[in-house]
């Protein structure tokens, strides 16, 4: 992922450098080359995804395809904030290397999961949680689209979780192939290591407001950016509520940079009004370029930023 940036455009090929610079080793390799179990690794996969972002986020700019909001699920937001100024790549890329290690080292390897709902949310969810916790952790962790939540926590209480929610009328339960259990009570170990990283990194002001994780919120601060950064880890991921948010703003048109079009295929599940695109090569840019042009005045749109720790 990530090779077809790098090799046609200087900007994109820059944020490579950059990232394999500042974490000691080439993180662009293995992007470009895997080995993918190497690659999949939680602490390996955060500052690859955050690159291949931000690289695309870059071209884009350079093109002159500017934004008015931006966001990102989970991980994402961290390559949102790039993206907007708020954080430097660099400082960013240590950042979420550090979130991987921090995420994989909470929760021994075994004893957490998390599972896609199909069908089944709010108040009938939350109930099937409740009743398969017996003492263990379960609850939703990526409020993604309608029908769609993803649920994290213990191992035992997941697969009940899963049990229950088919009997209570799910469409189906799907557990997902995760290193670790993310945005849940369970990931409190890494969300205490990790804020003193983010207390001691340099956060500024956004340029355009990013709508958090945690709130489904425009935030314009540097201290509302650092502290929804440390609550995400713990807190579900409001991805339904921020996209609905920005469509309340007036934004119509999202473009998702980065691997993949999970987030693409969210929004339409979300609203069908809205236009999707997305940037992860020349091809997909080349889309974008017939659908907004490129250069001064071209309508804004809101860049939605991709995760791959959690989705399904």
Known sequence: ?????????????????????????????????????????????????????????????????????????????????????????????????????????????????????????????????????????????????????????????????????????????????VSAPFHCALMKPAQDRLSVDLDAARVENPRVPLVNNVSAQPVTRAGEVREGLKRQVTAPVRWEESIRRMRQEGVEKFVEVGPGKVLSGLLRQIDRVAVSLRVEDSATLNEVRGALGAGAGTPNPAPIVRTGESLP
């Open 1 to 177: 992922m990530g090779r077809d940036l790098a090799q046609n455009f200087p900007v994109a090929r820059k944020v490579f450098e950059a990232a394999d610079a500042t974490l000691g080793f080439s993180i662009s390799k293995l992007c470009f080359e895997g080995p993918a179990e190497e690659l999949q690794l939680t602490a390996n996969t955060q500052p690859a995804i955050l690159t291949v972002s931000a690289a695309a986020a870059a071209v884009l700019e350079e093109e002159g395809i500017h934004t008015d909001y931006v966001a990102g699920h989970s991980l994402g937001e961290y390559s949102a904030l790039v993206a907007a100024g708020a954080l430097k790549l660099s400082d960013a890329v240590q950042l979420v290397h550090k979130r991987g290690k921090y995420m994989q080292e909470a929760v021994p390897v075994g004893q957490g999961a998390m599972a896609a709902i199909l069908g089944l949310e709010g108040p009938a969810l939350e109930e099937v949680c409740r009743e398969a916790a017996q003492g263990e952790v379960v609850s939703p962790a990526n409020l993604n689209s309608p029908g769609q939540v993803v649920i994290a926590g213990s191992a035992g209480a997941v697969a009940r979780a899963i049990d229950l929610a088919k009997a209570r009328g799910a469409k189906r339960a799907i557990p997902l192939n």
